[in-house]
């Protein structure tokens, strides 16, 4: 199965959660999404990549933290949908820095158009087949000697069931909330999250989705990026991030 193949099925797998993504998680995921990368896209002087972005938190950032124009990639209707709402409420100035690009990114046609690359949230969503067609594609895209930011996906398999609860917040007459959990499923992680809406103390909606990781340790990332072109740089604080550079001609 081509890589392209497997992100053309995926791309309704966020159908329940883009309702509710960014209520609940979105403010924590902006402060590191910042926290992570500002740094470099202050530095950015060519372009930035944003490779699944989601509802748009690094895209934003990168509008804000910048003044290149900015290459928003997210083949998912979903949460396409939700980034395009965030966009067209920014003033015209900004919108005219950011594409929005609804393929996977080797259908994308982009070649040398950045000199910063971010996959944030993504990789561990890919399987290793597509994980593995993503990095010619980024490679293209960067001009040589740009830097691609990889926030790494597990590292191993969870030795238990782990829940991680979501903070509840409150709209209006009505209080959102969920939880999502973690176990070993073969050689993947099954993730699912459970999401509520409360009204006067009545639970009335409640839905589940379910989502596949695929662990991998930085060794092995490190490995894949070599052979398309890619040099390791020194470990950044927050050893969740792996920076490489494309190494020039």
């Known amino acids: 199965m081509s890589a392209d193949s497997i992100g053309r099925e995926q791309q309704d797998a966020y159908a329940i959660s883009a309702e509710f993504y960014d209520v609940l998680q979105s403010e924590r995921d902006g402060a590191r999404v910042r926290r992570l990368y500002r740094g470099d896209v202050n530095k950015a002087r060519a372009g930035v990549l944003d490779v699944g972005a989601g509802t748009g938190c690094a895209t934003l950032m990168s509008l804000m933290e910048s003044q290149v124009s900015v290459h928003s990639v997210e083949p998912t209707r979903s949460m396409r949908s939700a980034l395009m709402t965030r966009l067209a409420s920014l003033p015209a100035d900004l919108r005219m820095r950011v594409t929005v690009y609804p393929h996977p990114l080797g259908e994308a046609g982009l070649q040398e158009v950045a000199d910063v690359a971010i996959c944030h949230n993504t990789i561990a969503c890919l399987h290793p087949a597509a994980r593995q067609g993503l990095w010619p594609a980024i490679a293209?895209?960067?001009?040589?000697?740009?830097v691609l930011l990889v926030q790494l996906p597990p590292a191993r398999l969870?030795?238990?069931?782990?829940?991680?609860?979501?903070?509840?917040?409150?709209?209006?007459?009505?209080?959102?909330?969920?939880?999502?959990?973690?176990?070993?499923?073969?050689?993947r992680i099954r993730t699912r999250f459970e999401y509520w809406v409360r009204g006067e103390g009545v639970v009335l909606r409640e839905h589940n989705e379910t989502f596949w990781m695929w662990p991998a340790s930085r060794t092995k990332v490190i490995g894949e990026l070599e052979k398309c072109g890619f040099a390791p740089l020194p470990e950044r604080a927050d050893s969740s991030v792996l920076a490489v550079r494309r190494r020039r001609r």
């Not at 293209?140 to 740009?146: F, H, N, R, S, Y």
């Not at 609860?165 to 939880?179: D, I, N, S």
């Open 140 to 146: 293209e895209a960067l001009v040589p000697g740009g």
């Open 158 to 187: 969870p030795h238990h069931e782990t829940t991680y609860v979501l903070a509840p917040q409150r709209v209006g007459r009505h209080e959102y909330g969920g939880r999502m959990v973690a176990s070993a499923d073969a050689n």
